[in-house]
């Protein structure tokens, strides 16, 4: 699904952009009530994906995949930061369609009437930024305020506040959309490509600067990084 590429997201420096209750840890702190349709998945034993959807009709993980989640449907945790509501990492963008294609053939996945996958950086950029407009703008919160650079830590877990080291998932500030930890905490795959080699990462992780969670980065397919995740993308099944 296309976006407008008009929401850029924005930190000191003007970066050019080209629902997940995921296992009982996506708990945020009190803020104003973001008006957005979700759809829950139930998993099993304990584990539910709660997806959100956008202004744009595109639906996105309120969350990173959890841990818990990838363990669900995948044989092992590659994970270095070992909690079950933390972002699972380590994994590769192969490794991600994996778990796409083995979610999307769950009967839950089919009864939700969404069709999952990655999201591409142009709607990742969309997603994470929230509507923000304003000069050097991040993202924007629920009760309309823009954050810039100097507030990161009200939403992510960054070098500044994360004692290096990841978080469970949620426990930060959403965005107007809904959305937790789309800046730092774990990097995100993307679905795009750079070049026919690799592909997009984007969001920061708990480790960088707030300048440099702005900042794209890029990988081979079958590269991992302990500190990268990714986060779930769905259209509508009907649209697909």
């Not at 924007?140 to 506040?161: F, H, V, Y």
């Not at 730092?184 to 990462?201: C, I, P, Q, W, Y």
């Not at 702005?214 to 099944?237: E, Q, Y």
Request: charged share 25%.
């Amino acid at each position: 699904m296309k976006t407008t590429s008009t929401h850029k997201l924005r930190f000191s420096i003007l970066v050019a952009a080209g629902a997940l209750l995921l296992s009982a840890g996506c708990v945020s702190p009190t803020v104003p009530a973001v008006n957005a349709e979700t759809k829950e998945i139930d998993l099993g034993k304990g584990v539910k994906l709660e997806m959100v959807r956008l202004p744009n009709d595109l639906w996105f993980g309120k969350c990173e995949v959890t841990q818990n989640q990838w363990m669900r449907l995948m044989d092992k945790n590659p994970s270095l930061y070992q909690d079950g509501k933390n972002p699972v990492g380590a994994v590769s963008w192969n490794d991600c369609l994996k778990f796409v294609e083995k979610l999307n053939a769950l009967p839950a996945a089919k009864e939700s009437g969404l069709a999952f996958r990655m999201p591409d950086d142009e709607e990742w950029v969309f997603a994470a930024s929230a509507g923000a407009e304003g000069n050097d703008a991040i993202t924007k919160l629920p009760d309309g305020t823009e954050l810039k650079a100097a507030d990161l830590g009200r939403i992510a877990w960054i070098e500044d506040n994360a004692g290096h080291w990841q978080h469970p998932v949620g426990k930060k500030m959403p965005n107007a959309f809904g959305l937790h930890d789309t800046i730092g905490n774990a990097m995100e795959l993307t679905r795009s490509k750079r070049n026919s080699s690799t592909f997009v990462r984007r969001g920061g992780w708990h480790g960088c600067s707030a300048e440099d969670c702005g900042k794209p980065s890029f990988c081979p397919a079958d590269a991992t990084n302990p500190a990268c995740g990714f986060r779930l993308c769905a259209d509508r099944a009907a649209d697909r």
